[in-house]
T-cell receptor, first 116, second 115 residues
Framework: AQSVTQLGSHVSVSEGALVLLRCNYSSSVPPYLFWYVQYPNQGLQLLLKYTSAATLVKGINGFEAEFKKSETSFHLTKPSAHMSDAAEYFC??????????????FGKGTLLTVNP | DAGITQSPRHKVTETGTPVTLRCHQTENHRYMYWYRQDPGHGLRLIHY???????DKGEVSDGYSVSRSKTEDFLLTLESATSSQTSVYFC??????????????FGPGTRLTVT
């Protein structure tokens, strides 16, 4: 079984400050990990994904995430926040399998507010 | 953007009435999913399909049924809507199952209100 915990339902940063959104996962098998972003009244858009090719994953809009197996973490960061980054962010995990029995499990989301 | 449309985009219905939501894709992806999104719960899987006429339950399937008679269409039906089914419903598609690492692409969502 897989699960993901996002620490902090709401994170507020100033424009230009570091963005750090935390995600810890639990998986009985090696995981695939994803970060999605949701802007108001829209669907989810993929930011980045971890598939084991590299532990540091770069995504769109300047975001990146680092897979740390020892800490079971996949935190999302961006060096300098922009006003346009204000959105809700979801971490998701699935186990590796050739069958259809593994599902994508989402965290409850972190709402990012960027203050001018 | 992946070619996914959902209809209707907004719907208000009364308790006890049947409701069908439609997801249509133009990507020819094999897998299709229905999620609901509620505050404090993130996204929860209702049902999914891994091919025409092949469907399976997700974690919150009670009160919902699905059908997929064509690759491009995946229907979600609430047989008798209840107020607890007021939610935003998202359809998603992917080339393969979640366990193979392919990302899911999401539609714009349907906001359903059951009064």
């Amino acid at each position: 079984a897989q699960s993901v915990t996002q620490l902090g339902s709401h994170v507020s940063v100033s424009e230009g400050a570091l963005v750090l959104l935390r995600c810890n996962y639990s998986s009985s098998v090696p995981p695939y990990l994803f970060w999605y972003v949701q802007y108001p009244n829209q669907g989810l858009q993929l930011l980045l994904k971890y598939t084991s090719a590299a532990t540091l994953v770069k995504g769109i809009n300047g975001f990146e995430a680092e897979f740390k197996k020892s800490e079971t973490s996949f935190h999302l960061t961006k060096p300098s926040a922009h006003m346009s980054d204000a959105a809700e962010y979801f971490c998701a995990v699935t186990g590796r399998s050739g069958g259809s029995n593994y599902k994508l499990t989402f965290g409850k989301g972190t709402l990012l507010t960027v203050n001018p | 953007d992946a070619g996914i449309t959902q209809s209707p985009r907004h719907k208000v219905t009364e308790t006890g009435t049947p409701v069908t939501l439609r997801c249509h894709q133009t990507e020819n992806h094999r897998y299709m999913y229905w999620y609901r999104q509620d505050p404090g719960h993130g996204l929860r899987l209702i049902h999914y399909s891994y091919g025409v006429k092949d469907t399976d339950k997700g974690e919150v399937s009670d009160g919902y049924s699905v059908s997929r008679s064509k690759t491009e269409d995946f229907l979600l039906t609430l047989e008798s809507a209840t107020s607890s089914q007021t939610s935003v419903y998202f359809c998603a598609i992917s080339e393969s199952g979640a366990g193979q690492g392919h990302e899911q692409y999401f539609g714009p969502g349907t906001r359903l209100t059951v009064t």
